[in-house]
């Protein structure tokens, strides 16, 4: 069956430190892989996505994320978290053959302290 | 472009009744798909359109139903609403099934 982990819950940095956000899925084919934003009353905002090709995908806002096929596992980095980085992060998982039935971890909850 | 547009953004209403909730994906978009987030349960797929034809279905009851128009338009209805069903409903769209899903704001639903 298709999940999405997202082990932390909430994690709390400092303004200025790096972040890496953990995702780990299972899919039963070559996954389309992606991290998506939400800040409080708002949508989803695509953040990066991994289809094919290089493992280490650059998004927006400085974001980062590498695929590690052996590891299942879909990591979202930052050097240097700004203030305005504070708000949930989901990961997803999808494929063609499942059309957008994509696949969301449970989030993880960002707090950035000044 | 555009993005995805939700109307109306916020919602109450009372269980038993009926809800329609509309969506209008990016120009020249023809897949839509609805979920719907609350906080015990996250995001959950409902149904996927494309081309005014529903290509998948997630678990949930009937009472949840879509619909497709030609101009790429969906809107969602859910009936006889219980108090579970109070949530955000995001409406995502793309070019085709399986590409990069682009989500609109939300419309957020509170049953009394």
């Known amino acids: 069956a298709q999940s999405v982990t997202q082990p932390d819950i909430h994690i709390t940095v400092s303004e200025g430190a790096s972040l890496e956000l953990r995702c780990n899925y299972s899919?039963?084919?070559?996954?389309?892989l992606f991290w998506y934003v939400q800040s409080p009353g708002q949508g989803l905002q695509l953040l990066l996505k991994?289809?094919?090709?290089?493992?280490l995908v650059q998004g927006i806002k400085g974001f980062e994320a590498e695929f590690k096929r052996s590891q299942s596992s879909f990591n979202l980095r930052k050097p240097s978290v700004h203030w305005s980085d504070a708000a949930e992060y989901f990961c997803a998982v999808g494929a063609e053959y499942t059309g957008n039935q994509f696949y969301f971890g449970t989030g993880t909850s960002l707090t950035v302290i000044p | 472009k555009a993005g995805v547009t939700q109307t109306p953004r916020y919602l109450i209403k009372t269980r038993g009744q009926q809800v329609t909730l509309s969506c209008s994906p990016i120009s020249g978009h023809r897949s839509v798909s609805w979920y719907q987030q609350t906080p015990g349960q996250g995001l959950q797929f409902l149904f996927e359109y494309f081309s005014e034809t529903q290509r998948n279905k997630g678990n949930f009851p009937g009472r949840f139903s879509g619909r497709q128009f030609s101009n790429s338009r969906s809107e969602m209805n859910v009936s006889t609403l219980e108090l579970g069903d109070s949530a955000l409903y995001l409406c995502?769209?793309?070019?085709?099934?399986?590409?990069?899903?682009?989500f609109g704001p939300g419309t957020r639903l509170t049953v009394l």
């Open positions: 995502a769209s793309s070019l085709v099934g399986g590409d990069t899903q682009y």
């Open positions: 991994y289809f094919s090709g290089d493992t």
């Open positions: 899919y039963g084919a070559t996954p389309y």
